[in-house]
């Protein structure tokens, strides 16, 4: 009885009576939408390895524009955060 291991979620494989696949799956799986654009999900390993591979995903990523906004609104979160909490901006500058 691990306090730290978090329980598996059950998963059924409940096919129909009269249901013909034809190599399209399973009508009843439930899969996320951007599962196979993203390359973070998957099995569940560390913070780390998660992390990693949200930077490579990120570096990969063909959409310079969505980069470029996302790095935009971090910056003003940032600057935000350091007007509020009253930091000194004139120590970077001479």
Partial sequence: MGLTKLRKNKKFSYTPRYFD???????YQ??????????TVGNNSGF???????????????DREANRRTVI??????????FIID????????
């Fill in 48 to 62: 780390k390895t998660k992390f990693t591979k949200a930077i490579d995903d990120f570096k990969t990523n063909p």
């Fill in 30 to 39: 439930m899969k996320h939408k951007f599962d196979g654009f993203r390359s």
């Fill in 87 to 94: 930091f000194d901006l004139s120590i970077f500058f001479s």
């Fill in 73 to 82: 609104i971090i910056a003003v979160l940032l600057f935000v955060f350091l």
């Fill in 21 to 27: 696949d034809k190599g399209e799956g399973s009508p």
